[in-house]
């Protein structure tokens, strides 16, 4: 069996992070939507609960967008060949 590159993983980084952010945006910008009072959302749910949930996800929201930045500018990086 080959072993894999480094690169290999970051790719697989990048997919799964990728993955992770698509729910979190989703409900990162929904409850941002319910706070404000935009679009009907504020119906969808409580202004206490949007807050909770909005709060409750700056940081994983901040660490997972870093790890998939980090991830794809470094196989883009590469594949421009500067290292």
């Known amino acids: 069996m080959a072993t894999r590159s480094f690169t290999y993983y970051m790719i697989k980084v ?3 992070t990728g ?3 698509l729910p979190l945006m989703v409900l990162y910008v929904l409850t941002g939507f319910a706070l404000c009072g935009k679009f009907g959302f504020e119906r969808l749910m409580d202004i206490q ?3 909770e949930i909005h ?3 700056d940081w994983p929201l901040v660490v997972v967008f870093l790890v998939h930045a980090g991830a794809a500018v470094y ?3 590469r ?3 500067w290292f």
Do not use: D, E, I, P
Request: net charge positive; proline share 0%; glycine share 6%.
């Open 14 to 16: 990048a997919r799964v």
């Open 19 to 21: 993955w992770f952010l």
């Open 49 to 51: 609960l949007a807050l």
């Open 55 to 57: 709060k409750l996800f």
């Open 75 to 77: 196989v883009a990086m």
């Open 79 to 81: 594949r421009w060949g």
